[in-house]
């Protein structure tokens, strides 16, 4: 059953050209379509080569949205998929929004930040959620988990029905076959217990 929203939501992704932003957008995009929201997407490509910042806005709604693009200070949610890109969109969130943030960086620029001072600015970010994407895959034996851990983690914020996003997995990875869409499923199942315990 659809939740009546009282105001568009806002989801901010943010992460690296390379690491799954725009993917991981559309399933969000697809989950909110899913649950008869009226929904819009815009995303920034950069260039992966070059370190460049790659973030998709999506909103969605009861009522029909006018615009996909999210104003400073109104996100509902941020997801960064790489610690300095979370930095980077702090400012998008709303007082009470949720950031749930990678503290796996990905390290492809010469003028990358000293790597601790980061993780200790987004460490004072009161009520941010932060997980080692790269451990919590290794654990997982799926170096492609980081993504959709922080998915689940971020969901337990949204309005969606919690079993929609299985059927998601699998309309988006059918192609990939049962075991990539269980890996997913698995993923997003441990990214929405980190949230709930």
Known sequence: MTKVLDKAQGIIV????????????????GAAWKSNYHCLQSEVHGMSQRGGAVNAHIVFDSEPVTSPTIMEGSADVLIGMEPLETLRYIHMVKKDGHIISSTSPLINMSTYPDESRVLAAIKEIEGVHLVDTDDVSKQLKNRHAGNVILLGMASTFLPMEHDLWNSIFEERFQIKGEKVIQKNIEAFAFGRNLINT
Do not use: F, K, R
Not at 14 to 29: R, W
């Open 14 to 29: 943010a992460g690296v050209g390379g690491q799954g932003a725009i993917t991981l957008a559309q399933l969000i995009l």
